[in-house]
């Protein structure tokens, strides 16, 4: 068994449809995190996409949460939603200088989502992965990219996030490519297509599946059966793994990742 933690979350805490189903009848909205947080291992925060939050923000975050939790921050909208991504410098400082060191060891990957009509292109893309700082304020940083366009599934793209170390983000959907190629030191993995007729969103065979599969990527293994660009082969070095259930059907994210987490146990 790998030593490398496999965290399982969600996305926010903040859902009003999870009132009753995940969250207790009648729970203070600002006790939300803190239920979340003893329920999962990490949470995708979104609401970084959106809007820059204060430092002290953060600093009650990392307090809330308990030990071992990690939160992953989507990077903001402004910078990876430019034409030109070379020029996203200051963005990309804007973003990390923020106070997102306030989360201390809690402090996850960060997640730069691009729009499903971003299209590859090598020069550019390359220029920004050279932008992604290994650390912030002394804090040590790790990047997954989200990208949602075919034309990224080619061997230079691969080969431009390995080089960079960074993590390409595998997500299971029925509306993008996937890309499941292991180019960092931490898998990231979204699993976007929960069925809101199943009450865990995937079934028990999807559920048994995506645990092996963690396990796999966590001990440097490379899962069978999903869409490699280039044919990837194990290695001796784990890596941490994080695995999100996130939009589908949102209603069921959360028993999703309750019952991933308890056959990882």
Request: aromatic share 12%; glycine share 10%; proline share 5%.
């Amino acid at each position: 068994m790998s030593k490398h933690p496999i965290r399982v979350g969600i996305g926010g805490w903040t859902y009003e449809p999870w009132r009753g189903v995940f969250f207790p009848e009648g729970l203070p909205h600002k006790k939300e995190l803190e239920f979340a947080s003893h329920a999962m291992t990490a949470i995708e925060v979104n609401g970084t996409y959106y809007s820059t939050q204060k430092p002290a923000t953060f600093a009650t975050w990392a307090k809330t949460a308990p030990d071992g939790f990690v939160f992953a921050l989507k990077a903001s909208r402004y910078t990876t939603n430019r034409k030109v991504l070379a020029e996203a410098g200051e963005s990309i400082e804007r973003f990390l200088g923020q106070g997102i060191v306030e989360l201390g060891d809690k402090l996850g990957p960060i997640l730069w989502q691009f729009m499903a009509t971003k299209t590859f292109d090598a020069d550019d893309f390359g220029a920004f992965l050279k932008l992604l700082p290994g650390k912030q304020d002394g804090i040590a940083l790790r990047h997954a990219i989200h990208v949602r366009h075919e034309s990224f599934a080619v061997p230079e793209f691969v080969a431009l996030c390995r080089a960079a170390g960074v993590a390409i983000v595998y997500a299971d959907s029925a509306e993008y490519p996937a890309i499941a190629d292991v180019t960092g030191d931490l898998v990231y993995a979204r699993l976007e297509s929960a069925a809101e007729e199943v009450g865990t969103g995937y079934n028990d065979t999807q559920l048994d599946r995506w645990a092996e599969a963690a396990q796999l990527w966590a001990a440097g293994g490379a899962p069978d059966g999903l869409p490699y660009v280039e044919a990837s082969e194990p290695t001796k070095t784990g890596r941490d793994t994080f695995v999100f259930f996130i939009n589908g059907a949102k209603v069921r994210a959360p028993a999703g990742a309750m019952a991933l987490i308890e056959r990882l146990k």
